[in-house]
């Protein structure tokens, strides 16, 4: 990952937010522990900006690695995507190439970024990211991602440990981006 390129694509991403009269709402920053430190970033997936909102909205100084459909690595998109940190990854099937790179970069202290959903509007959350952070001994931060108005939302939730098991820690991970991602008056009362 180039830092440069990382910090340009995040704001110029930000730019189709802004020409449109929104902006971006953070809640829950006091949740992601300081950077350094191994993190496993997984939100739920509603639009093409959603790697970049999350990345936007993580305090300075932490960068995320998004794992992202290897579709998307054609030249010169590709290109920039990878100087921006992310990687590909087969959603056909299981991708120990993707796991591999994603462990690499937990034990250098880094945020891996996943969408447990696989795919935008997914039902069902997959296992990856509990087995990933598990593997990398890194605990999960759930970011629930919503739209209100000319708002765009991305709130933290409380950091989840990975033990415990792949389908009860994905279980709790399901759980909380459920809650994270309603509507902010409903889930901050609710």
Known sequence: MIPGVYRFVVNVTYLPVLASGMHLEVHGREHVPVAGTPLVVAANHVSGLDPFLVARALPHGRFMQFMAKKELFVPVVG???????????????????????SLRILKAGGTVGIFPQGTRGGTELHGGAALIAAKGRAPILPAGISREGKRWIVRFGE?????????????ELGE?????????????SG
């Open 176 to 188: 909380a981006l459920a809650h994270l991602s309603r509507p902010v008056g409903e889930a901050l």
């Open 159 to 171: 950091p989840i440990s990975p033990r415990g098991g792949i389908k009860s820690v994905t279980a």
């Open 79 to 101: 290109d920039i995507i990878r100087a921006g940190g992310s990687f590909p990854v087969d959603r056909s099937g299981n991708d120990l190439g993707a796991v591999r790179t």
